[in-house]
């Protein structure tokens, strides 16, 4: 056979080949996918100091708070959409919230990197807004399933700190680092009070408002319409878009301003998300604005500009955004990439960390708690309509069929 036949052949197999390829490793159902990962994050929650929180610590320690808060919303998803299974679930949120809380006690600035520690904050009380808007939301979350009396007083004074931050910012954005703040961090915080707001009485829809305003007015970049990543205390930006943050604010922002969040996924969609061949993944920045990698990137493959950090959470953004098709494309690029580890302890993928875990678990359950928020009015109203009975409703446990 001469080379150039060889050749016509090879062609041909891949041809009839390659768009086949994804079949063989089209992932398991989701249901099996979720009892997985979560056998494997309740495990590591339950035993708490484990190796591979240790390694992923070492890596980066912010990577160890956000691995606990993408768990606690996964587990709280499912104990609204197990109800028979909700003690189990909850037991496993309840022993992160309090590893939380015991580890932030060692020191403020626990879970961020060695660069926080080279100047003061410019916010009065130094404080990071990415600590207390994931702890906020943690508690919040975890409340909305069946109210625990002794969390309550702890998200009050949590929800209080956030909104003196954002308070006391002059754009109304708080500081995750010192005179750095994050799109990312800002958006948590907000869905945090979004979601207090429906526990305990209080309304800071006139907050939130005001700073979907600022949102609106400095953080949004003018060539792509897309929220910038991170920005001075004044909103003077830093980094431009970044997938890895805007797929979660996309989410977060959900709950307080649906048309905006539908926006700016449609965006994000349009510039960082591709499929090919049944694969799917995304890259971290818009062609027009490449950026520098950095540790909350991730590390990028060229020439296709797949990269890490902006695929994971997309799984996150599609699934919120009931965009099916993409996130099939992206499990099933998890299965030919990250490669998938079952055992005894469950499911976890070797290519990448407890955090990605959590990410894509919570990506799978998302669902009910949004849900239920959105259903909801403030407790404040339910109140002033049904009196004392409202203390019972906010209290009772939660009745939400699998979705």
């Not at 484990?50 to 104990?79: C, G, H, I, Q």
Request: charged content about 20%.
């Amino acid at each position: 056979m001469t080379n150039a036949r060889r050749a016509a052949c090879l062609c041909l197999a891949l041809g009839l080949w390659l768009p086949a390829l994804h079949l063989v490793f089209r992932p398991p159902a989701r249901a099996s996918l979720v009892e997985g990962l979560a056998a494997r994050q309740r495990q590591l929650a339950l035993s708490d100091d484990t190796p591979p929180r240790r390694l992923m610590r070492k890596l980066n320690p912010e990577w160890d708070l956000m691995s606990r808060t993408f768990a606690v919303l996964a587990f709280t998803n499912l104990a609204l959409a197990q109800p028979e299974r909700r003690a189990a679930h909850l037991e496993v949120a309840d022993a992160l919230i309090r590893q939380t809380l015991r580890d932030e006690a060692r020191g403020p600035l626990h879970f961020l990197l060695p660069y926080g520690r080279r100047a003061p904050f410019l916010d009065p009380g130094q404080r990071s807004l990415f600590v207390d808007g994931e702890v906020a939301l943690m508690l919040a979350a975890r409340q909305h399933v069946e109210v625990r009396p002794d969390f309550s007083p702890l998200l009050a004074a949590r929800v209080d700190e956030v909104v003196r931050q954002l308070e006391g910012s002059p754009r109304l954005f708080a500081e995750s680092y010192p005179d750095e703040g994050w799109t990312f961090c800002n958006s948590i915080a907000v869905a945090a009070l979004h979601l207090s707001d429906r526990l305990d009485g209080r309304d800071h829809a006139p907050l939130v408002a005001r700073f979907l305003a600022s949102m609106k007015a400095h953080l949004v970049e003018p060539r792509t319409g897309l929220l910038i990543a991170s920005f001075r205390r004044d909103a003077t930006p830093l980094d431009g878009p970044e997938g890895s943050t805007l797929w979660l604010a996309a989410h977060m922002l959900q709950l307080v301003d649906p048309p905006f969040a539908d926006d700016q996924y449609r965006r994000a969609r349009a510039a960082l998300g591709h499929t090919a061949l049944g694969f799917g993944w995304a890259s971290e920045w818009p062609k027009a604005l490449a950026n520098v990698a950095d540790v909350d990137s991730g590390p990028t493959i060229p020439l296709v500009d797949a990269n890490a950090g902006s695929s994971g959470l997309a799984l996150l953004g599609a699934a919120a955004f009931d965009d099916e098709p993409f996130l099939e494309a992206l499990v099933t690029s998890l299965e030919l990439a990250a490669f998938p580890v079952r055992d005894e302890t469950g499911l976890r993928y070797a290519a990448g960390n407890q955090l990605g875990d959590a990410v894509l678990l919570y990506a799978l359950t998302e669902g009910p708690l949004w849900q239920r928020a959105a259903r909801s009015a403030p407790a404040s109203k339910r109140a002033a309509a049904v009196g004392p009975a409202v203390v019972e409703v906010v209290s009772s446990p939660a009745t939400v069929s699998t979705p």
